[in-house]
């Protein structure tokens, strides 16, 4: 009897040590620019991390989302490695020079978008260290170092969440951020009977500048 | 099953010996010297090794603060190498983007492309808590279409990577280097501290 339940012990962990091995993952991406609504859809200077360990990028001189958004010198670069034995790690970064959205209500010279996770046997933690914003103008008023999820109104237009940031993953055995520097959110006003307002509603997002790295073991 | 039994007796300790031998150290690394010796990094072994991610440096002065973002006094990347100890890596990439403005060639950013991966080794005399690596190959100017020879210096120093890991690259045939050899900063000479981003060192086999 007790053999056969050391032999049921036996066959267990051989099921269940390969699954942990292959359930280890790491997953990153980050783009440039990405609008959508209901007649746009597009994300450009975009870059998944490849299966397994590997480093990948794609950049654009100049990309333009007419009447949304335009920007210079994009850059997105993923590196990371699901790695059981020594951990594993993801790191994503969007980089972009000069930006200008809607027109001008929204421009800045230099964003940095970078989410890192990284996970071994003392845990998983995610952080967006090394992200920021050069010279942010918002409706002609600068804007210097926003904290994360700052959120500003942008009357007739919606509001936008400057750096903002998404963590994911219980913390313990998974983990991830995702970091949106210049997240436009469009909305158009909800009117009553009367043509007063009575509320919002969400008809488009222009994202510029993403990144996201999320780890598990 | 006796005799089944024997030959498993004779053949488990090979095997044991065989994997110890493929996971024993090998001096003797064979990277090429293509600059001057450096304070660290200076004592190098053939292993396996395998070290991935990327990250931020705002160099200068390439210590653990950012620079004010106004500035672009800063660099991102991502790189990965993977070898199985004979300092010939299997797989390796690096991804650079040097986002001064004094750096812009051509109307862009420089932006270093790696072709080839041609050697990498352990740096075993740094202070690096994880692991290090001195690795390179050949790279293209992205800007210009050149080719060149590089070599990086890579710190693993612990989690997070932000504040302790460190990432230095050199590029002789074009003038360019991004590095800190200032021993009063952390983790080591000549790598500069991540300002963001992580390096992971694997010590593969061991």
Redesign the interface.
């Known amino acids: 009897m007790r053999i056969d339940t050391f032999r049921r012990a036996i066959r267990l962990l051989g099921l269940v040590l390969p699954m942990t091995v292959l359930a280890s993952s790491a997953q990153g991406q980050a783009y440039g620019i990405a609008v959508k609504t209901n007649t746009v859809n597009q994300k450009l200077t975009s870059v998944v991390l490849p299966a397994g ?5 794609n ?1 654009d ?1 100049s990309a333009s989302v007419p009447g949304f958004v335009t920007a210079q ?1 994009l ?1 997105a ?5 699901p ?1 059981a ?9 969007a ?1 972009l ?1 000069a930006v200008n959205l809607l027109n001008g209500l929204i421009t800045a ?2 964003v ?1 978008a ?1 989410a ?1 996770s ?1 996970g ?1 046997d ?1 845990g998983v ?1 995610s ?1 967006a ?7 942010l103008v918002i409706g002609g008023s600068e804007v210097s ?1 926003p904290a994360p999820n700052t959120r500003m109104n942008l009357p007739g237009v919606g509001y936008v969440l400057l750096n903002e940031q998404l963590p994911s993953g219980d913390g313990v055995t998974t983990s991830g951020m995702t970091v949106n520097m210049i997240h436009v959110v469009l909305q158009q006003p909800i009117l009553g009977l009367l043509g007063q307002v009575t509320g919002y509603r969400t008809v488009g997002d222009i994202v510029v500048g993403s990144a996201k790295s999320s780890v598990s073991r | 099953m006796v005799r089944l039994r024997s030959l498993g007796l004779l053949v488990a300790p090979i095997g044991v010996a065989l994997v110890a031998w493929s996971c024993d150290r090998q001096p003797n690394a064979l990277a090429p010297t293509i600059g001057t010796p450096l304070a660290h990094f200076n004592e190098f072994q053939c292993t396996p090794l ?1 070290i ?5 440096i705002d160099y200068p002065p390439g210590s653990a603060e ?1 620079n ?3 500035s ?1 006094l ?1 660099e ?5 190498v ?1 070898d199985d100890g004979d300092c010939s890596p299997e ?1 390796g ?3 650079w ?1 040097d ?1 001064r403005p004094e750096w812009r060639i051509n ?3 420089l ?1 270093l ?1 790696s072709t080839a991966i041609t050697f990498a080794e352990e740096a075993v005399d740094t202070d690096c808590s994880d692991g290090a690596a001195h690795w390179g190959g050949t790279l293209r100017v ?1 800007n210009t279409g050149e080719e060149a020879e590089f070599e990086v210096f890579d710190c693993d120093n612990g ?5 302790h890991d460190g990432f230095a690259i050199r590029v002789p045939a074009i003038g360019y280097e991004v590095m800190c050899p200032d021993p009063d900063l952390p983790p080591a000479e000549p790598a500069c501290t ?5 390096r ?5 086999h061991r």
Request: hydrophobic fraction near 25%; glycine fraction near 16%.
């Open positions: 360990e590997g480093t990948a990028s950049q001189q010198d850059f670069i993923v590196s990371g490695d790695d034995t020594d951990g594993s790690t993801a790191v994503s970064s980089t020079g010279d230099g940095v970078m890192s990284s071994d003392a933690n952080n260290a090394g992200s920021s914003l050069a010279n170092d | 395998k991935t991610g990327g990250g931020r950012k004010p973002p106004a672009h800063y991102t990347f991502g790189a990965h993977m797989k990439s690096l991804e983007v986002h109307g862009q950013p932006n492309h992205q989690e997070p990577g932000v504040g991540l300002t963001g981003g992580n992971q060192f694997h010590p593969t």
